[in-house]
């Protein structure tokens, strides 16, 4: 049985920071990309940042330089360092794997159950 744990979410001021953290069981984590996506109020869910097996990243544009994904393989977690936050960052961050790298949230089959992170200005 395939679990995602996310944790790290909060409330925090517009250019504080958080670290989410997302641990991974029942499956073979390094075998895994593994991918932040988020969900805003009354909107869909949309593409974070992804990262493969072999640690290459990608960011969707808006988190550029501000967002950092990494991922501890002898944990079995990934990790999101988001600094410089912003309001429009409010949302509900969810981490989720797949066997390839993929940025649609269709193409990924395990989802942990979410955190939410609140930016306040």
């Known amino acids: 049985q395939v679990q995602l744990v996310e944790s790290g979410g909060g409330l925090v001021q517009a250019g504080g920071s958080l670290r989410l953290s997302c641990a991974a069981s029942g499956l073979i984590f390094s075998s895994y990309s593994m991918a932040w996506f988020r969900q805003p109020p009354e909107k869909e869910r949309e593409f974070v940042s992804a990262?493969?097996?072999?640690?290459?990243?990608y960011y969707v544009d808006s988190v550029k330089g501000r967002f950092t994904t990494s991922r501890d393989n002898a944990k079995n977690t990934v990790y999101l360092q988001m600094n410089n936050l912003k309001r429009e960052d409010t949302a509900i961050y969810y981490c989720?794997?797949?066997?390839?790298?993929?940025?649609?949230?269709?193409?990924?089959?395990?989802w942990g159950q979410g955190t939410q992170v609140t930016v306040s200005s």
């Open positions: 989720a794997a797949t066997p390839t790298l993929a940025t649609r949230w269709s193409d990924y089959t395990y």
């Open positions: 990262i493969r097996w072999s640690g290459s990243t």
